[in-house]
């Protein structure tokens, strides 16, 4: 509706010199297109945080929900028949248990090995192409690592769930077939263009003044890149780490596919592990809205909102305040 | 420019509470005013539900429209708890589930869609127990395979097998399979937490063809590769295996009907699939697709149709 008023603005307040009269008037029609197009955008994340924290909310708020879980309930751990305490995810049964700690740790879990696995691969191609590659090489390399991200993830998590779970088991003997670690290597597919794209170019901002500078100063090869490039190149290098920790802690379908998904709390990568995301996608489909449990998986799509959003903004911070110390600002 | 941000916001915050104002407006006039529960005469049959039931209702669909032109039957899956929602919200016409509706569920029902909710049994199912070709087991009792699924029996070698961990597939939480299974099996028990839950049948079925350790639930139709168990009711009682004479008489301890629900009774066009999935040409397709029939006894409508179809 305000979109239907603001329509109006430009036509009349267009005073365009009598030359120009033409284009000026498309150009502003552009530009309050293009305004239109980024706000709407912007309004879309405004509306959706709205949606999840209004829908998250009943869990500290209502009564009724509070009744079958508490946000204490919802982390302390639980005491068991056999007299053992546990951690336990178990939101349809006769006492629903609704605690999050396997899925918080699962998640991490997950998104942890992916950045263990993606981020020296990435990181060392990203040097090899932006340092010693020729350019005909980069041209090929580039856009090739590149094209893993155009990979649909659903297509990765098959690929993960068919094949990779296989040879991981026979490889590394896990106990179980799908696990943190095939959902980890499945995550870090998905994350290295991104680690590499932004990683690469951040080592290319690096002016070659910097380089021919230390060169002349008697450094070797090595000596340059361990000593210059990289240090100067490492808010662009946290960047990309800080970017695929979102990607990878955000990602649904590789996960859903090959993790198998049981809510475990174990530091072993080899036993299944089900993440926050998965545990939205799996049980929201069947949901009574406005239930507890409705309202749980809402908080815990809350929780990685605010998680992504916090470390996003944490990031870029620190990133600001390393390329002032640098003095690239 | 200090202004942009502020118009920004406070367009985004009159969208916000337009949007609040409709969500919460809407529950109100679908919970009075009842949404004409069946159509009458409708060419156009929307299906949604079981994961279970998803390639029989297509096989259903793609027969009924070959042999009534003109009518188009859809057919979705997502689960029965989800095919119930959408019957409740209206926004299907059947619902197939593998899982009778709860009290809960047809209270909605009637609250939401003003009608009944009617339940027409459909199929039979066994719910078998897979395990791996190469697993040495032939047979286990409903009580050992509770323990299993309970986490109290870990190793293969306590029910017989070959000593190693058991690994645990089953569904996720909102599969009419997996309410079958915690309901029939568990006594409504929590799943270990060790049960590594997938995105259907044919999932769990993949998983346990790949894993000499594994063992799964699930229809019968997905055997294809491995190896389906003979279940013993209690550890006295006689191991049968799942066939369409077992499922039938009742002997095969862990068979289920499947379902089709309407909301109200089936009129005009939806009447005439339902009556015609329960007849002979309908009952065929169950076969083909690897599910049974329904024992004779159980059909209301033309009962001499399903004994050929056997």
């Known amino acids: ?329 | 420019m200090p202004t942009r941000p502020l118009l920004f916001f406070a367009v985004a915050a009159a969208l916000a509470l337009g949007c609040t104002r409709t969500e919460e407006s809407k529950p109100a006039p679908g919970g009075s005013a009842a949404v004409p529960a069946v159509a009458p005469d409708k060419s156009n049959i929307t299906i949604k539900g079981s994961d279970t039931m998803v390639i029989l209702g297509q096989r259903w669909a793609e027969a009924y429209m070959k042999a009534n032109p003109g009518t188009t039957v859809q057919v979705t899956g997502g689960g029965s708890g989800t095919g119930i929602a959408a019957l409740i919200n209206g926004s299907t016409d059947i619902c197939e589930s593998s899982r009778p509706m709860k009290d809960k569920e047809k209270e909605d029902v009637q609250a939401k869609r003003g009608a009944a909710a009617v339940e027409t049994k459909v199929a039979l199912d066994a719910l078998a127990v897979y395990v791996n070709q190469k697993n040495p087991l032939q047979e286990i009792s409903i009580p050992a395979l509770s323990k299993i699924y309970l986490g109290e029996t870990k190793d293969w070698k306590d029910v017989g097998g070959k000593p190693h961990a058991i690994v645990l597939y089953g569904r996720e939480n909102n599969s009419g399979t997996y309410g079958y299974f915690k309901e029939h099996v568990l006594a409504n028990k929590d799943f270990a937490a060790a049960t590594q839950t997938l995105a259907g049948t044919s999932a769990v079925a993949n998983a346990v063809k790949g894993d000499l350790y594994g063992i799964g639930y699930g229809g019968i139709a997905y055997l294809e590769g491995i190896k389906a168990l003979k279940v013993k009711k209690d550890d006295a009682a006689p191991a049968v295996g799942p066939s369409l004479q077992t499922a039938q008489d009742g002997s095969y301890p862990i068979s289920r009907f499947l379902y089709f629900y309407t909301a109200g009774e089936p009129t005009g066009g939806i009447k005439k699939f339902i009556d015609w999935t329960k007849g002979l040409e309908g009952q065929k397709v169950i076969g083909d697709v690897g599910y049974y029939p329904l024992p004779s006894g159980g059909v209301t409508t033309p009962a001499v149709a399903t004994k050929d179809a056997g």
């Open chain 1, 1 to 329: 509706m305000s979109g239907a008023v603001q329509a109006d603005v430009p036509t009349t307040f267009a005073e365009p010199p009598p030359l120009t009269r033409k284009p000026r008037r498309i150009e502003r029609l552009a530009e309050f297109a293009l305004r239109v197009v980024a706000l709407t955008s912007i309004a879309a994340i405004v509306l959706i945080l709205v949606f999840v924290a209004r829908e998250a909310l009943p869990v500290l708020t209502s009564e009724i929900v509070q009744r079958e879980v508490s946000p204490r309930m919802m982390v302390a751990p639980i005491t068991q028949a056999d007299g053992s305490s546990d951690f336990v995810w178990q939101p349809v049964s006769d006492v629903p248990k609704y605690n999050i700690v396997p899925l918080v740790l699962g998640s991490l879990k997950v998104t942890l090995i992916a950045l263990l696995i993606a981020g020296p691969f990435s990181i060392a191609a990203a040097v090899y192409v932006s340092e010693f590659a020729r350019r005909r090489q980069r041209e090929i390399i580039k856009p090739v690592i590149e094209l893993l991200a155009g990979i649909p993830s659903v297509v990765i998590g098959f690929f993960a769930l068919i094949v990779l779970a296989s040879w991981v088991q026979q490889t590394f003997g896990t106990e179980h077939r799908l696990n943190a670690l095939v959902a980890g290597i499945g995550l870090s597919l998905a994350v290295c263009p991104l680690i590499f794209t932004v990683s690469e170019d951040a080592l290319r901002a690096v002016p070659d003044s910097y380089r021919a500078a230390a060169l002349a100063l008697g450094s070797d090869r090595f000596q340059v890149i361990t000593r210059i490039v990289l240090p100067a190149a490492m808010p662009g290098i946290l960047a990309s780490f800080v970017l695929g920790f979102g990607r990878a802690i955000g990602e649904t379908m590789i996960v859903v596919l090959a993790s198998g998904n049981a809510a475990l709390v174990s530091s072993s990568i080899g036993l299944s592990t089900r993440t926050i995301t998965a545990t939205i996608a799996q049980e929201l489909g069947e949901v009574v809205v406005g239930s507890p449990h409705y309202h749980v998986l809402f908080a815990l799509g809350a929780l990685l909102f605010l998680s992504t959003f916090v470390l996003n903004f944490m990031g870029e911070r620190v990133i600001h305040g390393l390329r002032r110390k640098l003095g690239m600002a």
